[in-house]
């Protein structure tokens, strides 16, 4: 089973690039956002795949690191600070 990426569901459902920068520190919530629909959207998964009882595989489109290459490092750091 797959595991779609959170930010590609925010933007294939409206949300636009000048999302990011609509206001300042936009892009931290934006990518908080991320973070807490991707852990939600693969801890499902995962629910789901062990309640089988069978081996299974999650295999997922991102990783929660993917978004600090599209923020600046201190921009990035306070977010982890704030997780």
Not at 58 to 81: T, V
């Amino acid at each position: 089973i797959t595991c779609p990426e959170a930010f590609s569901l925010l933007v294939n459902n409206g949300m636009a690039f000048d999302y990011l920068s609509a206001v300042k520190g936009m892009g931290i919530v934006v990518q908080d956002t991320v973070m807490d629909m991707q852990i939600g959207m693969e801890d499902g998964f995962e629910r789901v795949l062990r309640a089988r009882g069978k081996p299974a595989v999650l295999l997922c489109d991102r990783g929660l690191m993917d978004g600090s290459a599209y923020m600046k490092e201190e921009d990035w750091n306070k977010l982890m600070q704030k997780r």
